[in-house]
């Protein structure tokens, strides 16, 4: 089966065109940097020729509210329509746990992006994940005043890019015409395990819980971030994770 994997330059779509292409499926990995581009529609056509099915895991060069607002949905709407055009059979796209649950402008964004698919016509499956462990230092980065980082006691669940290994599975599956949720295997305190990691990193910033700190600007409460009710979980915490980041793996 042809597939194209839109954003497939990028951390977990990188991965996810390696299982594809493991499993001995033809693969476009499209992104402005093979002439790939949601955004101005350059390419699309041509990566499509042949195709089926699109996943989804391009990412905003930009997280300001209106940029990354704009982005997924002219994005969207760009690779939805192409798609219909070319009479696709399911559209995968990795969304965020919670993202309908707090009030950043990031997940306002993301869930822009999961009402173009549902109303999209084609049949899809929203993959919803966990954050994912590379993304600590951006997070510690968007919290920190100086030394000091900021971070509410809520429960959080990160997930390794392993979450390229369901996105695959998840692709070649039939469509669920519905949402999946994938989380990593530790559910701990959201200030506890950044700092378990800026320590383990050598980061000196401290991290402090502050019940008031925000979430990239939105409130969140102990669930918001976490699975709610069944999902799939990675395999590989946050010191296997580390042990393999140090190791290059
Ligand atoms: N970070 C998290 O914790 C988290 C959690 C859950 C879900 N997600 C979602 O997971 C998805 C993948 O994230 P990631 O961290 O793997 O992304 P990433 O590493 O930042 O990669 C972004 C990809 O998007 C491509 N891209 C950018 N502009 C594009 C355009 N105009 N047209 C086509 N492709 C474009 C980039 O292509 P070039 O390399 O050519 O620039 C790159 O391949 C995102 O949708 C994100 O919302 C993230």
Known sequence: MKIVVIGGTGLIG????????????????????????????????EAM????????????PSFEDKAVLEFFETSGRNLLAAEAAAGFRHHVALSIVGTDR???????????????IKIS???????????FMEFF??????????????????LFQPIAA?????VAEVALAAP?????EIAGPERVPFNEIVARYLKAVGDPRQVVRDPEARYFGGRVEERSLVPLGEARLGRIGLDEWLRRSRAGA
């Open 49 to 60: 020729a042949g195709a089926q099915e699109a996943i989804d895991l391009a990412n905003s």
């Open 162 to 166: 392993d979450v390229a290994a369901v």
């Open 14 to 45: 990188s991965k996810t065109v390696a299982i594809l292409l493991e499993e001995g499926h033809e693969v476009v990995a499209g992104s402005p940097k093979s002439g790939v581009n949601t955004i101005t529609g350059k390419g699309l056509k």
């Open 137 to 154: 230092g951006g997070i510690a980065d968007s919290s920190a005043d100086g030394n000091i980082v900021r971070l509410p006691p809520v």
């Open 176 to 180: 669920r015409n519905g949402i999946v």
């Open 102 to 116: 707090s009030d950043n402008g990031y997940f306002r964004a993301k869930v822009a992006q999961e009402k173009l």
């Open 121 to 131: 016509g084609i049949p899809y499956t929203i993959i919803r994940a966990t954050q």
